[in-house]
C-alpha cells in the first residue's frame, strides 16, 4: 500500500526566511510519481510539480524548489524567501504508474502542512 | 485553467436526504475522480471514472455511488446524507492514467445536520 507522510502539520516564519516542507513516502512500485499542491485560503487545489521517479534531479522554479532523493523516499519542497502570499496549506500526494485495477486509480496525499508567513 | 465546474459550491442538508453534487469538465478528459478533504487526513478518493459508465471504488466509497452518462459530467450521490459525510469534496480529471497530472475544482463544501 502506498502512504505519504508530511510530519510537518504547521510551520511559521516570518517572511523573507527559507522554509523546507518535508516529504516522506511509501511505495513498492519502481515507477511512482510524486506531486506537490498548495490550496490557499480561498480553498482550491493548485498543482506545483510532478516528478516521474527515475528523474532525481532537483527542479527550481522562481523561489521554489523540490528535493527528490529515492535513497531516503523523500520529495521536500522549498521556498525561498518566504512571502506572504505563500501561506497555505501545502499538499504532497503519490501516485502508481500502473494502477492495480487496470482502470485507473487516484492520488495518494499526505495530511498537508499548513505554512504561516508572518509579515 | 483546467475547465472544472462543481455545482453546488456550498450545501447544507439533514441527515437522511439524498444529495447530489455535480462536477462538469470542458477538457474532454477521460479520466474523473471524486476526493473528500477532511481535517487531519488529506484528501482521499471516494471513486473515479475511467470511461463513460465506467466506474470503480476508492478508499472511502461506503455510503457513496456515482454516475458519469457523458464523458464531461460525473455525478457524486449520497443516498441517505449522514453528519459523517460532512466534508469539502473535490473533483478532479486527469487526460491520462497512472502518474497523470489531476485538475481539481474548485470544491463543494456540504454540511449535513
Known amino acids: 500500500a502506498q502512504k505519504v507522510t508530511q510530519a510537518q502539520t504547521e510551520i511559521s516564519v516570518v517572511e523573507k526566511e527559507d522554509v523546507t516542507l518535508d516529504c516522506v513516502y511509501e511505495t513498492r512500485d519502481t515507477t511512482y510519481y510524486l506531486f506537490w499542491y498548495k490550496q490557499p485560503p480561498s480553498g482550491e487545489l493548485v498543482f506545483l510539480i510532478r516528478?516521474?521517479?527515475?528523474?532525481?534531479q532537483n527542479e527550481i522554479s522562481g523561489r521554489y524548489s523540490w528535493n527528490f532523493q529515492k535513497s531516503t523516499s523523500s520529495f521536500n519542497f522549498t521556498i525561498t524567501a518566504s512571502q506572504v502570499v505563500d501561506s497555505a496549506v501545502y499538499f504532497c500526494?503519490?501516485?502508481?504508474?500502473?494502477?492495480?485495477?487496470?482502470?485507473?486509480?487516484?492520488?495518494?496525499f499526505g495530511k498537508g502542512t499548513h505554512l504561516i508567513i508572518q509579515p | 485553467d483546467a475547465g472544472i465546474t462543481q455545482s453546488p459550491r456550498h450545501k447544507v442538508t439533514e441527515t437522511g436526504t439524498p444529495v447530489t453534487l455535480r462536477c462538469h469538465q470542458t477538457e474532454n478528459h477521460r479520466y474523473m475522480y471524486w476526493y473528500r478533504q477532511d481535517p487531519g487526513h488529506g484528501l482521499r478518493l471516494i471513486h473515479y471514472s475511467y470511461g463513460v459508465k465506467d466506474t470503480d471504488k476508492g478508499e472511502v466509497s461506503d455510503g457513496y455511488s456515482v454516475s458519469r452518462s457523458k464523458t464531461e459530467d460525473f455525478l457524486l450521490t449520497l443516498e441517505s446524507a449522514t453528519s459523517s459525510q460532512t466534508s469539502v469534496y473535490f473533483c478532479a480529471i486527469s487526460e491520462l492514467v497512472g502518474g497523470d497530472t489531476q485538475y481539481f475544482g474548485p470544491g463543494t463544501r456540504l454540511t449535513v445536520l
Open positions: 500526494a503519490l501516485s502508481e504508474a500502473r494502477p492495480p485495477r487496470g482502470g485507473a486509480d487516484g492520488l495518494t
Open positions: 516528478r516521474n521517479s527515475f528523474d532525481e
